[in-house]
């Protein structure tokens, strides 16, 4: 069954540092998504990307986040100079472009961020 | 602004019992509604999609309802299994007039069935 897959599954790193997540969504979906779920706390929506680019974006999203689709198979998400408070667990997600745009969203296993 | 709302936020069963999770969202105007299962530690894990203009869906021994007026959906678990302890997540898609728009999480229930 198609799925879709992060990594790495836990990442440490320092404050201050650079990170990228990677994953690979299911491979006939068009709709990726990032959201995170901090400890304890609601999974939140981060960023849309449809077409190569960002279709919606949420407050969290700030200039310190980028995503990119550097080819035909991997989205990523990059957090520049990383917080304490961006420790959290974060989930990629992809949808098939259906009729009506009412389709499913499948997630990955998500990668656990720690910022120490 | 959208809110979602689980009730209970946790819920212990014996094996075997019949149980109904609930959700609650505050505004009408959704594409959808999903139900997922999370796994300590874990990624989301669909479970089933609600159209707006659907009633119900069933899988297997679940059942979820989708009353969109009254902002309400259920998920119904017949003759629950230990195996069937994790935390449920109720999430909608608002409509946001064409785009794609993104999930709007519950926090969740945590269920746990007891052997």
């Known amino acids: 069954e198609p799925e879709v897959t992060q990594t790495p599954s836990h990442q440490v790193t320092q404050m201050g540092q650079e990170v990228i997540l990677r994953c690979v969504p299911i491979?006939?979906?068009?709709?990726f998504y990032w959201y995170r779920q901090i400890l304890g706390q609601k999974v939140e929506f981060l960023v849309s990307?449809?077409?190569?680019?960002?279709?919606?974006k949420s407050e969290i999203f700030d200039d310190q986040f980028s995503v990119e689709r550097p080819d035909g198979s991997n989205f990523t998400l990059k957090i520049r100079s990383t917080k304490l408070e961006d420790s959290a667990m974060y989930f990629c997600?992809?949808?098939?472009?259906?009729?009506?745009?009412?389709?499913?969203?499948?997630f990955g296993q998500g990668t656990r961020l720690t910022v120490v | 602004k959208q809110e979602v709302t689980q009730i209970p936020a946790a819920l212990s069963v014996p094996e075997g019992e019949n149980l109904v999770l609930n959700c609650s969202f505050t505004?009408?105007?959704?594409?959808?509604l999903q139900w997922f299962r999370q796994d300590p530690g874990k990624g989301l894990t669909s479970l089933l999609l609600i159209q707006s203009s659907q009633r119900e869906q069933t899988s297997g021994r679940l059942n979820a309802s989708l009353d969109k007026s009254s902002g309400r959906s259920t998920l119904y678990i017949a003759a629950s299994q230990p195996g069937d302890s994790a935390t449920y997540l109720c999430?909608?898609?608002?409509?946001?007039?064409?785009?794609?728009?993104?999930?709007?999480f519950g926090k969740g229930t945590k269920l746990s069935v007891k052997p």
């Open positions: 505004d009408s105007a959704i594409y959808n």
């Open positions: 491979s006939n979906h068009l709709y």
């Open positions: 990307f449809y077409n190569n680019e960002i279709s919606e």
């Open positions: 997600a992809s949808s098939e472009l259906g009729e009506g745009w009412h389709t499913e969203a499948f």
């Open positions: 999430a909608v898609r608002p409509d946001t007039g064409g785009s794609q728009g993104n999930l709007i």
